[in-house]
């Protein structure tokens, strides 16, 4: 009796075997093929040098020249987000096609209004694809140029959204430092408080010292920990000119700075207070690009000239 009542599980074991096999395979097949994760990073990504951003709300282009990479040709680049664009494109994977149903239509919105990405090595064009993701900004997709399966992209152990990194604007990819030069050739720096003169003051390179003129005693501390304040300061961020920012150009700032190297070249910041009790101060750079500061970042740089002056 149990002999017989094995060889019945036996061969239901044989069965369910069979099934199960049955469905694993002709499952696989009806999903079309296996998911290689790695399938946009089909590249060497150190002999990348330079990436585009293509959008309908513009173009943005890095390129790494010289020692540091830039943004569209003349802004230095923020460091910190370049090292998380690589960090994406390496880390980034494909857990599986979208269904079957939205393929065609997630594919028409990457195109029309996700963010093209190209990826070029020495000259040579590496890799080109299409990112964006559904409306809450929960789930990005990728899509292969000349392609027409899009993927839901992940970064295993992590719960973000891939696409954001490639959907930043010129803005958010620049350096943020205000004054963007080597300090090792700086010449002068002017400050001026339009409605106080009195605070007004020079500070000047004379044998590689910082010389603040028309001071007999300066706080030598005082001095190096502004300079310091000055070369080191960066916006909160940058913002596009608007009516209300045009009108806030047109009125007296509270204070001009205007720092020149050694080649005679000068790098000029102003700052104007958004209300007397505002803790929110809006900055122009160069007399073209708006950039906004929390009270807190420019404190350190908010002193007239009795600042400086030694204790008698």
């Keep these: ?10 061969v239901l074991l044989v069965f369910l075997l069979g099934i199960t096999t049955f ?13 290689d994760p790695a399938i946009f990073r089909q590249y060497d990504l150190k002999a990348i040098d330079e990436i585009t951003l293509e959008s309908p709300l513009g173009r943005t282009v890095l390129k790494y020249e010289g020692a540091r990479w830039k943004v569209n040709g003349n802004l ?25 149903s939205d393929r065609d239509s997630i594919a028409s919105v990457l195109q029309k209004s996700g963010v093209k990405v190209s990826l070029r090595g020495a000259g040579e064009t590496k890799t080109v694809f299409f990112a964006g993701g559904n409306e809450s900004k929960t789930q990005a997709y990728f899509l292969q140029e000349n392609a027409g399966v899009p993927y839901i992209m992940t970064i295993p152990g992590y719960r973000v959204y891939v696409s954001g990194i490639f959907e930043l604007s010129e803005s958010g990819w620049r350096d943020k430092f205000v004054f963007g030069f080597n300090w090792r050739n700086f010449h002068r720096l002017e400050t001026r408080f339009p409605k106080k003169p009195i605070d007004d003051f020079e500070i000047e390179m004379d044998d590689g010292l910082p010389v603040f003129k028309g001071l007999q005693e300066v706080d030598t501390t005082k001095l190096n920990n502004f300079l310091d304040e000055i070369s080191l300061l960066t916006a909160d961020d940058f913002s596009s000119t608007s009516p209300s920012l045009d009108s806030l150009g047109k009125t007296v700032p509270l204070v001009s700075f205007s720092v020149s190297d050694v080649a005679g070249k000068a790098y000029v910041l ?17 007399a073209t690009q708006w950039a906004r500061f929390n009270k807190n970042r420019i404190s350190g740089i908010l002193h007239g000239r009795s600042f400086f002056q030694k204790p008698l």
Excluded: C
């Design 1 to 10: 009796m149990q002999e017989k009542r094995n060889k019945r599980l036996a």
């Design 76 to 100: 230095n680049a923020n460091s910190d987000m370049i090292e998380v664009l690589f960090a994406t494109l390496q880390q980034a994977e494909a857990r599986r096609p979208v269904a079957l």
């Design 270 to 286: 102003q700052l104007y207070p958004v209300s007397d009790k505002s803790l929110q101060y809006f900055g122009l750079i160069n």
């Design 23 to 35: 469905v694993f395979w002709f499952g696989k097949r009806d999903s079309g093929h296996e998911i």
